[in-house]
């Protein structure tokens, strides 16, 4: 678990601002995953990316949210002109192999966005 | 539409009892299950995982149960500990896209010494 980190932990942001959230995955692993969790809620899966691929966006909102894995550095999730609904916990995980049969995912600790 | 239920939000158990944490799905294309474990502050940690191939997987205190005719599967813990005290998600995917979990909305169990 430790192995997935995320930064910033928590993310205050006013109304129409922009959240960018990091994610690095565990050493070795190529595929991450982002997962939002809204409060009284489990998890739901918003987007899978490789490096310099999106492999699947069917979980991301179709306006304001999106997010890259650049060839060099950490996955970057992004919301613009964040609102109040925005609010959750979004957990990063990664795998070495891409979620191929009976693969576990490794989530890292999250970053709870709070928009004022 | 909830496709994965965990119907209670809480459990509160002795030391050294067992500890059942329940689950449904409605998705028949679900065809492997896994429980994760969270603990405030943290991610979600695996715990274990059961293919719908099989009715029983077991790891040390851990078991989880399968019942596919009544689309239910359970996670029993014995003998419980304290430090098992956390918020436990089942999670259920399929189809190929081993990657996208369906989590539930999570069971809060305390193990009281």
């Known amino acids: 678990n430790a192995g997935v980190m995320q930064n910033p932990r928590h993310l205050v942001r006013r109304r129409g601002q922009e959240a960018r959230l990091r994610c690095s995955p565990m050493?070795?692993?190529?595929?991450v995953y982002w997962y939002r969790q809204l409060p009284e809620e489990g998890l739901k899966f918003m987007v899978y990316?490789?490096?310099?691929?999106?492999?699947?966006e069917s979980g991301m909102p179709k306006e304001r949210f999106s997010a890259e894995f650049p060839k060099e550095g950490p996955s970057i999730l992004r919301i613009q002109q964040v609102v109040r609904g925005d609010s959750a916990a979004y957990f990063c995980?990664?795998?070495?192999f891409g979620g191929g049969d009976n693969e576990k995912l490794f989530f890292g600790s999250g970053t709870q966005l709070s928009v004022l | 539409d909830q496709q994965v239920k965990q119907n209670s939000p809480s459990l509160s158990v002795q030391e050294g009892r067992i500890s059942i944490l329940n689950c449904d799905y409605t998705?028949?294309?679900?065809?492997?299950f896994l429980w994760y474990k969270k603990y405030p502050a943290e991610g979600p940690t695996f715990l274990i995982s059961?293919?719908?191939?099989?009715d029983k997987n077991e790891d040390g205190r851990f078991t989880v149960f399968l019942n596919k005719s009544a689309k239910h599967l359970s996670l029993h813990i014995v003998p419980s500990q304290p430090g098992d005290s956390a918020v436990y998600f089942c999670?259920?995917?399929?189809?190929?896209?081993?990657?996208?979990?369906?989590f539930g909305k999570g069971t809060l169990l305390t193990v009281n010494p």
């Open positions: 059961i293919s719908s191939i099989k």
């Open positions: 999670a259920a995917t399929g189809g190929g896209s081993n990657y996208k979990l369906t």
């Open positions: 990316l490789q490096k310099e691929n999106i492999i699947d």
């Open positions: 995980a990664s795998s070495p």
């Open positions: 050493k070795g692993h190529s595929h």
């Open positions: 998705n028949s294309m679900f065809d492997y």
